[in-house]
Structure formats: C-alpha cells, structure tokens
C-alpha cells in the first residue's frame, strides 16, 4: 500500500496548522506546515532586500532553491505522551521551522512578514520552486512515519496543510479538507492567541522594557516574538481582521494556484465546533478510506 496524503486547505486563521498537526499526531503521520515554507521566502527575500518594488524580486525564487528549509514537530514536555492514558485531550504537537540551519520560528511569523508573505507566495516562480521543497519533505516525512519500530515498514504518511494543497501540491490526495469558520470567529480566535502569547512572554521577560509596534497583528502559534520584546500595545480584533481579509484577497485572487475548494474536499465549518470535535472528525474520515 502506499502512503496515505491528507490534504488540508483554508483560509487564514482557520485552525489549519494546529488542526492538521493533531491529526497527524493522531494518525502516526508526518506533518507538512507548507505556509511555513512561503514564510521562509518571504524571510529570505526581506533579508535580501528583494522585496516587491524593489526591482530584485524575482531572484527569490533563486534564494529559497539554495536554501535548505526543514519543519520539525516535536512534543513538547507540557503534552501529554503519545498514547498515554490521557485520552480525551487532543494531543497538538510543536513544530520548528529550520532555515539553513537557523531554528526561524519566531522570525516567520511578524507582522512584517504576514503582510509581504502573500505577494511572495503569487510569484509563479517561487511556487514552483516551494512545491518541489514540499514534495520533498512530504517524501521524508512519509518514510518516516511509516518505519516501523521493528525495522519493518508501513505504509505512512503525511499531512500538509496549505492553501493550494488538495487543488495543485497534491491533486491525488487520498482525502482533502477544506477548513473554514466565520471572518469574525477566526479574527477573534487570533485575537485570543495572541493576547495569550503576549502575556506569556510577558510573564517570562518581567524586566523587559516593552518594545516593537503592537499594531498590525502577528500570526502563527509563536507570535509573542524574542524574549524581552513584548509588543506594549495588543492589537484590536478589528486590525488583525483586517490583516486577515487581505491576506485571504490576495490568496484568493492571485494568478497562480489561488486558494480555491477542491471539488472533492470535505468542507468543514469550525465556527461554532470544538477542537476536539473537528480533530476526530478528520481522523475518522481518513480511517474511514485506509
Ligand atoms: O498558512 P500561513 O498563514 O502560514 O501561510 C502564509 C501565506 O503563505 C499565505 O497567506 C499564502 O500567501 C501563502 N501560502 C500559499 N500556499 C500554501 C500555503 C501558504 O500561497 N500552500
């Protein structure tokens, strides 16, 4: 048998990534962030000064083929162990994103890069070049998850989770989900986030003199950003909507690969479902054509 691809696509902030890493936690399978791979573009780009207008964008697409771009997931001590008595809980793995080497995590996910990472991710060149890093490590994480511990192997496989995924990264994918929830339930599950990792951080930093814009609205499950950098201000629900909108205009609208439904995805509305509900109800339908 060959290796089953779960396939999940949406909108921002629509519990996608710690959806799709719960799921494959669940399933014994490897985990594929590809927004995290458009991130690194867009890092590597800022970086470079190769930033749209800037007239040195398309080498990005040449920056992000020389570079090496690994997602580790990794438990960490507060979850419970896999396969432990805590059954009830959905366990949602961390994931580390490797740039050449360089742990970049934090660094992919500030206001800075929301806003560019999109018009990064309309290059057609950069696209191809990502999907050829995504088959890649969806081929690893693959391998992976299905080396038995007795050496033996099985058939594995991975979860990725993206925009394009179930429409152009994988077409074949033995099941696709389209995961979404109101404009106003995933600004405010952001908000809610967010306003949880600031306190963290700044519970963690007391002594920290408060610094860098608070405006704007960070993304991702680690946006509270280095230690000692606590954004002053929290940004309100109706900034982070905004980010959100367009981000979702111009994923929606670009030429190359837009975020579209797959016409045989599951769709799946979270607005008003809990975590747990939706996580089971995935793994069931991926058991389900095993
Ligand atoms: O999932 P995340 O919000 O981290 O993705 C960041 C951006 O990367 C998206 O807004 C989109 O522009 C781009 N992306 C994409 N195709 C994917 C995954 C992400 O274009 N499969």
Same mark, same amino acid.
């Given at each position: 048998r060959r290796a089953f691809t779960v396939a999940i696509d949406g909108p921002a902030a629509s519990g996608k990534s710690s959806t799709a890493r719960a799921v494959a936690h669940e399933l014994g399978f490897g985990y594929i962030d590809s927004g995290s791979i458009y991130r690194c573009a867009a890092l590597l780009a800022l970086r470079a000064g190769?930033? %749209? +207008?800037?007239?040195?964008?398309?080498d990005v697409a040449g920056l992000v083929g020389r570079a090496s771009i690994d997602i580790r997931t990794r438990l960490s001590p507060d979850h419970p162990a896999p396969?432990?008595?805590?059954?009830?809980r959905v366990v949602v793995p961390d994931v580390q994103v490797l740039l050449d080497g360089e742990d970049v995590s934090q660094a992919i996910r500030t206001p800075e890069i929301n806003r560019l990472v999109a018009a990064i991710a309309s290059d057609s060149a950069v696209r191809d070049t990502v999907l050829r890093i995504q088959q890649a490590l969806a081929g690893a994480a693959e391998t992976k998850s299905g080396a038995?511990?007795?050496?033996g192997s099985a058939p594995g496989g991975v979860v990725m989770d993206g925009r394009d995924i179930g429409t152009t990264?994988? %077409? +074949?994918?033995?099941l696709k989900i389209y995961l979404d929830a109101s404009a106003m339930a995933r600004a405010i599950r952001r908000w809610d986030e967010m306003n949880r990792q600031m306190k963290d951080a700044k519970a963690k930093a007391p002594a920290a003199s408060p610094e860098a814009g608070g405006a704007g609205g960070q993304d991702g499950p680690?946006?509270?950003?280095?230690?000692?950098?606590?954004?002053a201000e929290y940004p309100s629900v109706e900034s982070i909507a905004r980010e959100l909108e367009e981000r979702d205009y111009a994923d929606i609208n670009?030429?190359?690969?837009?975020l579209r439904i797959a016409s045989d995805a599951v769709v799946i509305?979270?607005?008003?479902?809990?975590f747990e509900r939706q996580v089971h109800a995935i793994v069931d339908l991926a058991r389900e054509r095993m």
């Open positions: 190769a930033v %749209p +207008g800037s007239g040195e964008r398309s396969g432990g008595t805590d059954t009830g038995a511990p007795g050496g990264v994988f %077409p +074949g994918a033995e680690r946006a509270e950003g280095a230690a000692g950098q606590a954004p670009r030429k190359h690969s837009p509305d979270n607005t008003s479902m809990t």
